[in-house]
């Protein structure tokens, strides 16, 4: 190895294959609190997106590598100069960059996608690499869909991108197709029949089609790779990619089997998972490994028995080490400022002197709500905070009547209808909109009447709200997944209002298409006026 063969870099990739997954994609301003988040984490690599891909993509790759230190940023590129040109001049603010070049290799790719001989592929594959270290020292390649190329094959690859100057060598299993022996003997074989292998660094990016990313990762580690591609929550194309906090976790808790070590600092790793998971919209699952809800809660009568004894008798990890508190302490509106700090702080937040002063004034407006506020409300004040967006829609005024029967105020309602909704909003032109709607419930109404405001009609496709803490006054998180012109879009807003809150996350949705609207509108014309 070239450095340190302790030691495996983590090779964050949430913010390119994670964002794929459908229903995740995010906005440059989220990516940057994303890639913030990464680097307080402690990731080696972030690879921060696929500049060719859109004009978008290019700018959020920009903006990292400009603004995120600490972390090597990265760009993914196919083997063409077009391609690694972008990525290169995408990562040129950073202080250090990485471009990822990869190129398909196994036969049913090479048939049915590239249409391209072995000969062809091993030529574009020296080519890109080459091409892509004339502009950057730090260069790595992926054969994509490695585990299902013929072994000869994909060790005449790697040896041909090491041959160009690859500095690190990723093998992944694309379509997580793989089991832990295959891969195994796979990374066995390509080590002892590649020439210069044992100059670079290897890396392993596994997919989580057959529930085995974290698996083939680890045995990847035992067979000498020393770099695991891995996202926040395990999100990416289909059933995901290999889980960050659980591999990491598990090379930290089995130590004395793997004898290797990370960077990652693992009490960040709660409050990570929740920033991803509030700024996607995709739920925690409960039985999540490492940060689930369920995975310190302990209802067997004997499992408790044993806790009380001894907490290892049944916790191999402790809730501390990634970041989760277990404080059952109660805030109210006679909480200080100090308590609220604390508090915030513990439950492993950084906030600014500016952003603690907003969210402690939405604290104490929600305390005259709440008797009393659960480390969930908090979560939820911070997320919220830290993710306001400025309209260009602003909700001034919400009133619903419903009543069971099809009469609000005793007044019948057109159609059958159980509800009706009044809406006034503020555009950021200055314009005002408001609308009456009915609808099958308020929720529905006041969708109903926002769609009518905004001039904007959208299919809804899913609609859910879960609590985020606990007692008869919690705050209700509803969630809204739309489409739109063959689009996904989501929404979510916290209240201890469902309606309320139903109807800022749909709002939240309506905002979202009309900025994508309106940044399409700006590309389409700066592209107009550029020379041909």
């Known amino acids: 190895m070239t450095s340190n ?25 989220e990516k940057l609190r994303v890639a913030r988040a990464l680097a307080e984490l402690g990731v080696d690599v972030i690879e921060a997106g696929f500049p060719a891909a859109s004009r978008g993509d290019f700018e959020s790759v920009a903006a990292v590598a400009h603004e995120v230190q600490g972390p090597i940023v990265c760009a993914l590129a196919r083997c063409n100069f077009e391609d690694i040109d972008l990525a ?64 000869e094959f994909l060790a005449q690859v790697v040896e041909v991108a090491i041959a160009a100057g690859a500095t690190t060598v990723n093998i992944p299993d694309t379509v997580g197709y793989t089991v832990p022996d295959e891969f195994a003997e796979l990374f066995r074989y390509l080590r002892k029949n590649v020439r210069g292998i044992d100059d670079v660094r290897l890396s392993v990016h596994c997919h989580d089609d057959l529930g085995m990313a974290v698996a083939n990762s680890l045995t990847a580690v035992v067979a000498g790779a020393r770099q695991i591609e891995c996202t926040i929550n395990g999100i990416g194309e289909r059933a995901g990619n290999c889980s960050l906090e659980e591999v990491v976790m598990a090379l930290k808790t089995r130590a004395a089997f793997f004898n290797v070590s990370t960077g990652i600092h693992t009490n960040r790793l709660y409050p990570t998972s929740r920033l991803i998971s509030s700024i ?45 508190s277990r404080s059952h302490l109660v805030l109210g509106k006679h909480s200080g400022r100090h308590a609220f700090r604390e508090r915030v702080e513990a439950l492993g937040f950084q906030l600014d002197e500016l952003e603690l002063n907003r969210v402690f004034e939405e604290f104490k407006a929600l305390a005259d709500k709440k008797k009393e506020l659960f480390d969930g409300d908090i979560e939820a004040l911070v997320l919220r905070a830290e993710g306001t967006a400025s309209g260009p829609w602003q909700l001034l005024e919400l009133s619903t009547e419903a009543r069971s029967g099809g009469e609000a105020d005793g007044t019948p309602l057109r159609g059958g209808a159980a509800a009706r909704a009044f809406v006034r909003l503020e555009h950021s032109d200055g314009r005002r909109a408001e609308c009456t709607a009915t609808g099958d419930g308020p929720v529905d109404a006041a969708f109903k009447a926002i769609e009518a405001a905004t001039g904007i009609a959208v299919t809804l ?72």
């Open 5 to 29: 063969p302790d030691r495996v870099l983590i090779f964050d990739t949430t913010l390119r294959d994670g964002e794929q997954s459908p229903g995740c994609s995010m906005t440059r301003p």
């Open 88 to 151: 290169a001049r995408a990562l040129a603010g950073a202080a250090r960059r990485r471009i990822h070049v990869f190129l398909a290799t196994s036969a049913i790719h090479r048939q049915y996608k590239l249409n391209m001989a072995q000969e062809e592929i091993l030529r574009l594959a020296a080519a890109g690499v080459a091409r892509a270290r004339e502009l950057c020292a730090d260069v790595e390649f992926s054969p994509e869909d490695a585990s299902r190329t013929e072994l």
């Open 280 to 324: 996607t919209g995709m739920p925690i699952p409960r039985n999540k490994a490492v940060v689930g809800e369920n995975a310190f809660a302990h209802e067997s009568g004997i499992h408790q028995h044993g806790m009380l004894k001894n907490p290892s008798t049944y916790e191999i990890l402790r809730p501390e080490d990634v970041g989760l």
């Open 461 to 532: 496709r899913k609609f859910e709200v879960h609590a985020v803490s606990e007692g008869e006054d919690a705050q209700g998180e509803a969630r809204v997944y739309v489409e739109y012109n063959h689009k996904t879009y989501r929404g979510a807003s916290v209240s201890t209002n469902i309606v309320e809150s139903g109807t800022r996350a749909f709002l939240e949705v309506i905002n979202r298409i009309e900025l994508a609207q309106a940044g399409a509108r700006t590309r389409g014309e700066r592209a107009a006026a550029t020379p041909a």
